[in-house]
């Protein structure tokens, strides 16, 4: 896409096909076009275009955590010991090989980085914490949060 270039646009049947999928991505074409009133070739030329174009990215099941023994989560701020494009490619490439951690942004303010981490409980967070994640390279320090209680996750986007 060009810089200056205007993000294709969405009508209102591209719209209900992306709530519909985002709140249930097992729902089959047929019973898709139906809901958004169009032909099903119509509704999967569209479901298709969406993710050609980038709309949609993919669709997954949502696991129960506390089913597999991952019903803690956990919040780590991570900061950096410098704040240069050369440690943040380093600490990023070496979060993304850790399959423990969930989620992994940077952001401003108190912190270089917001992790988003599931264990089963607190054991084994103060084991991963102890082995792996003060050993990430260029941390300097670690601030943990540890979920009492999860009010709202994952929710749709809202347009």
């Given amino acids: 896409m060009e810089e200056n270039a205007k993000p294709p646009e969405l009508d209102k049947i591209d719209r209900a096909i992306l709530r519909l999928l985002q709140r249930d991505g ?7 076009a ?10 999967h030329r569209r479901t298709q275009r969406l993710f050609r174009e ?3 990215t993919g669709v997954r ?5 506390d089913k597999i023994g991952r019903g803690a989560l956990v919040m780590v ?16 490439a070496a979060a993304e090989r850790l399959t423990f951690v969930l989620d992994c942004h940077l952001v401003a303010g108190d912190f270089d980085y917001l992790l988003k981490i599931r264990v089963g409980d607190m054991k084994d967070f103060n084991r991963l914490h102890g082995s792996r994640l003060i050993a990430l390279p260029g941390v300097r320090q670690t601030r943990t949060f540890f979920v009492m209680k999860e009010v709202v996750d994952n929710r749709p986007l809202d347009f």
Avoid at 34 to 41: F, G, I, N, R, Y
């Fill in 34 to 43: 139906e809901t958004v009133a169009v032909s099903p070739a119509t509704c």
């Fill in 26 to 32: 097992r729902l089959s074409n047929a019973e898709l």
């Fill in 61 to 65: 099941a949502v696991v129960a955590p």
């Fill in 54 to 56: 980038g709309f949609l």
């Fill in 77 to 92: 701020g991570v900061v950096l010991d410098r704040s240069t494009p050369e440690s943040f490619a380093e600490f990023e």
